[in-house]
């Protein structure tokens, strides 16, 4: 602990120490830096080094193509990565990274993470595609040391950036609306402005509206291990309706070239039906969930010679109501209120051109109140209240010798408190502080050639959530903290291709890109968590020793052809094992954890083609694998869930339509046929996915 306590004095040190050289700088700059015009500048921090981690990332053009809704679905087409969807629009949808678990995977949203204290889970399906810019997956953690202190905590990141505006000469104001509709009577509108206030400062707006009955055909079959068929059903998917609003506001500040500092606000409401799981030709329809999502965010980050400072600052609030009408399960009627206050502090300097230094803090507060009201007493609900304490500091370097060798090194301390509630269950928590490093290496032998050799080890950290230790039927007092080792090797190669006679004139280039990832994980432990009968119910328990081992491989190919055609492909596979270690006398001892397929794959193909007056059509098709499957830690016969494979096919038209003032007005059509073979499949055992279902939809930009 005193070892710990001096390194904490000298990271303090360093993390406000520049504030005050960095004031004398502004000060002997004068007038000239806080008052010089300046023209629109889009982003002005230093470009990012060759990343240590080659990152899994879908922007632009490639993301508006994908047959996607939300974000979850766009993360299904990256390897390494299961989804949890409990099926519909309205259904939870949830992320896991190598088998680790969703608490071990971060989501940032516009650089600031996701919180969830209560579960730990980020429902993807909340974020929608239609304002999205980039997605990216990290494993093990984001390549530059320039971030906050909690970033280095994860073992995989999901960075979710909204739109940023962009004007040109004369342009004030851009405009953008999009209608789709389609099956189980989706009706999904959207609209969004940008105005440009003045040189570097700008407004957007977004609001987004989705309805859907959620009632889809499904087919229900389950065979005896004998053979005979227990039972074989057709029918409706019911209460899966969802009622959600979306709505968003930012604003954006570049200045003097080395600078930004940006505020948003978001709030998400929704009213869904929580479908329930379909078990012995029985299904329910009595649970309702309401959603609200609010936070507000800031960011400012500026950079003094070789220095750079970035402050993050976000109040959240969310409130979860959840009613269970069915009688046949135990009655539940109750409100979760969640507020969360969350600061980051970091800086990061040059020593010389090839080693930087940063350090970084973060603070945050946590508090979640449940109220029964079921259970009254003096005429009030019973309530249980809950805080919780977190702390990070963070100190990593960075060595960059030419394109030969990037070294990366990191050291985390996590000290989490948690204060008593009302709850007697409520141990009162207080970890000590834990230490997790973090190494990375890249090495690239030929600069002439983008191949590159990568690997890195690392350590993270995870207290169990609020819902973990508390929750009656759910919750269990007894979890211990979960640590996880992280090995991984990797190989990236990348190169351009020759052109194609007849395509020399186009400004694109053909290119192809491959990277083979092996790795390895050690959980001790690991919290796993499965349903319980119920969607908003879970069973919550720790395997002792987890060790997973997996292979991720991915390749991209853009290809220029003849009479203006470009051909674009995407695989990802991975294999994994990911067995239960905890001890031989347990009859799963080495089974395949639940929900972890052996085998999984994706790949996208598109073909679009060009006119000579800049419109463009395109024909994409995509393909989704998980193979066979337990449901639960036991590998019986009983348990096997079988494998599942979807089609999706999609044709779009895009029209560019000259407008007045010398601006042009953008159109796009597109009709998208998902599960196109009408396959009957299950993410989670006894939840019927969709089958074969269309949507249609209608965008403008001006």
């Not at 969350?342 to 080693?355: D, G, R, V």
């Not at 639940?594 to 393909?623: M, T």
């Amino acid at each position: 602990m005193r070892q710990i306590r001096r390194s904490s004095y000298i990271l303090f040190f360093f993390l406000f120490a520049p504030i005050g050289v960095r004031a004398s700088l502004t000060e002997e700059s004068g007038d000239s830096i806080r008052h010089k015009e300046m023209d629109e500048v889009v982003i002005t921090a230093r470009a990012l080094t060759k990343d240590v981690i080659v990152p899994q990332s879908l922007k632009g053009a490639e993301l508006e193509r994908l047959n996607a809704l939300s974000v979850a679905d766009a993360l299904r087409y990256f390897s390494g990565v299961q989804l949890k969807d409990y099926g519909g629009v309205g259904g939870i949808k949830t992320i896991n990274v190598r088998s680790m678990g969703s608490q071990h995977t971060a989501v940032y949203y516009n650089g600031v993470q996701l919180g969830n204290a209560q579960n730990g889970q980020v429902d993807l399906g909340k974020f929608s595609l239609d304002n999205m810019e980039e997605i990216d997956l990290y494993h093990g953690q984001k390549s530059d040391i320039f971030q906050s202190a909690r970033e280095f905590g994860a073992a995989g990141n999901v960075y979710l950036t909204s739109r940023r505006p962009y004007f040109k000469d004369n342009e004030k104001v851009h405009v953008h609306a999009k209608m789709r509709c389609g099956s189980f009577a989706l009706a999904n509108p959207s609209v969004g402005v940008d105005i440009k206030l003045r040189d570097g400062l700008s407004l957007t707006m977004d609001a987004e509206y989705v309805y859907s009955d959620g009632k889809y055909p499904f087919r229900y079959k389950r065979v005896l291990p004998n053979g005979q068929t227990a039972y074989d059903t057709t029918a409706i998917r019911q209460n899966g309706d969802v009622n959600a609003i979306r709505t968003e506001v930012g604003i954006h500040h570049y200045y003097r070239n080395t600078g930004f500092w940006r505020i948003h606000g978001y709030n998400y409401y929704s009213e869904r039906g929580v479908p329930g799981a379909i078990v012995n030709n029985v299904w329910r329809n009595g649970e309702r969930l309401w959603d609200r999502n609010s936070f507000v965010q800031g960011q400012w980050q500026d950079e003094w010679g070789r220095w750079q400072t970035r402050v993050l600052l976000k109040y959240a609030n969310d409130y979860t109501h959840y009613k269970n009408y069915d009688e046949r399960l135990l009655p539940s009627d109750n409100e979760y209120t969640q507020q969360e206050v969350y600061l980051s502090f970091a800086n990061k300097i040059q020593i010389f051109k090839w080693w930087d230094l940063s350090a970084a803090y973060d603070f945050q507060y946590n508090t979640l109140r449940r109220d029964n009201l079921l259970l009254v007493d003096n005429g009030h609900p019973l309530r249980e209240h809950f805080d919780r304490h977190s702390h990070w500091l963070s100190a990593a370097t960075a060595f960059n010798f030419r394109e030969y060798l990037r070294l990366q090194a990191s050291m985390l301390m996590t000290h989490v408190q948690g204060t008593k509630g009302l709850s007697s269950r409520d141990k009162g928590t207080n970890k000590k502080p834990r230490v997790t490093p973090g190494v990375f290496l890249s090495l690239r032998p030929y600069p002439a050639i983008d191949l590159s050799f990568n690997a890195y080890y690392k350590q993270s950290y995870r207290y169990p959530t609020f819902n973990d230790l508390y929750y009656t039927d759910l919750g269990n007092a007894d979890l211990r903290p979960e640590l996880a080792r992280q090995h991984s090797v990797e190989l990236a190669y990348k190169t351009s291709l020759p052109s194609i006679s007849g395509t020399e004139h186009r400004g694109e280039k053909s290119s192809i890109s491959a990277t083979v990832s092996y790795y390895y994980n050690r959980v001790t432990d690991k919290i796993i968590a499965y349903p319980k009968g119920q969607q908003f119910r879970w069973t919550m328990l720790n395997l002792g020793d987890v060790k997973i081992n997996g292979i991720d491989a991915k390749a991209d190919l853009s290809l220029s052809l003849p009479l203006r055609f470009t051909l674009r492909t995407r695989l990802n596979y991975t294999y994994q094992t990911a067995v239960d270690l905890t001890s031989p006398s347990d009859v799963y001892y080495g089974h395949q954890i639940p929900y972890i397929p052996w085998h999984s794959g994706s790949a996208v193909a598109g073909l679009d083609w060009e006119s000579k007056r800049g419109d463009h059509y395109g024909l994409n098709y995509s393909f989704i694998y998980v193979g066979e499957r337990y449901s639960q830690q036991e590998n019986s016969i009983y348990n096997y869930v079988q494998p599942w494979y979807t089609h999706d096919l999609s044709l779009y038209g895009e029209w560019n339509i000259p407008t007045w003032n010398n601006r042009t007005t953008w159109l796009k059509a597109n009709i998208e046929i998902n599960n196109l073979l009408g396959q009957d499949y299950e993410v989670i055992q006894n939840y019927p996915m969709p089958k074969q279902n269309i949507r249609c939809t209608v965008a403008v930009k001006y």
